[in-house]
């Protein structure tokens, strides 16, 4: 431990005639006092690995780098398939509406007759899909694919939109739901739309109007017959209906759609024709469905008259301010 010096000379030794109990000046200093010494935590204790902690610790980081490997495969797979499923998606689109049927049917699962017939007919008329109105055309132009899914992996479904338009050229946007399969690595050819989901049936019914839909188109049918049926109350308003007269409307979920027998209406399910993929779209479809209800009401309030038909017509479109043309494009074979 360090001292201090004491500095202290005899000059500073008291005389002998200096009165007693003078105060003696020294220059000697106390030591000083010691710093206190902060107490130190004690040393960490390094937690020793024993051979199977060492084990243990090494498994781990070869299951994380297996799990980063499989991961990185999975996406790369997964980029695979959609790069694969986009490109068939394009190709039937592209051959169907070049019109090369064989093309069309070649890219198809041979397992439902019915499916490939009506793949066949709508490649012969240049068309990708059923048209979902009538009085709409298909835009040219490659469709959007907004959503691909996969359960298994040799099936995936594709979310494919079109863009349509009617005369004035108002555009309207349409979805179906294609699904792939894949026989073969790298090959995907289209399956029949899934059926399962439409074979339930129900119904709605109102003063003007029944329909029978798939239980699948539900949500949609719902919020839409109410306002077809506010559509043919209005038409009937102040023209000859009698009140019996229902407009009885058929969605089909068959392809090809069948031929409507007398009293009923065919019409395609909106899954088969088109799936509203806006606003717009749904209120082109509304408008389509109501004129299809409209012409049997006409044959209904006049059986064999066709000028008292048409004059009925006239004054529906009136009362409802239909756009020009939509009854003839509805009527039209």
Known sequence: MAHEVLDWTLAEI???????????????????????ARAQPPPLRRPRVTGRGKAALLLAGLLAGLGVMV???????????EQQVTE??????????????????????????AWLAERALEAAQNQPAPNPAPQLHLLPGAP??????????????????RTYADAAGHTYQFEWVQTYVSQQPGIWLRQPTEMEAMRHITTWTGARLSATFPLADQAWMSATLPSVESDLETACA???CADSVVAP???????????S?????NLLSPHLSGWPHDAAASQALREAITARALLFLAGQAAPGDLDGQT???????????????????????
């Open 238 to 240: 102040g023209q000859n």
């Open 144 to 161: 959007a694919i907004s959503g691909l899914t996969a359960q298994y992996i040799d099936q995936a479904a594709a979310t494919v939109v």
């Open 311 to 333: 004059r009925w017509l006239r004054g529906a479109e009136a009362a409802l301010g239909q756009p020009a043309g939509l009854m003839e494009a509805v009527a039209a074979p």
């Open 71 to 81: 991961l990185g495969v999975g996406q790369a797979g997964w980029r695979r398939i």
């Open 14 to 36: 008291p005389s002998d005639d200096a009165p007693e109990g003078a105060a003696i000046v020294s220059k000697i200093q106390a030591p000083a006092r010691p710093p206190r």
């Open 261 to 265: 027998p007398d009293g009923q209406v």
């Open 88 to 113: 068939a998606v394009l190709y039937e689109e592209n051959q169907a509406r070049a019109g090369q049927v064989e093309a069309v049917l070649a890219a198809q699962v041979r397992t439902d007759s």
């Open 249 to 259: 409307l058929v969605f089909s979920n068959r392809l090809p759609l069948p031929p």
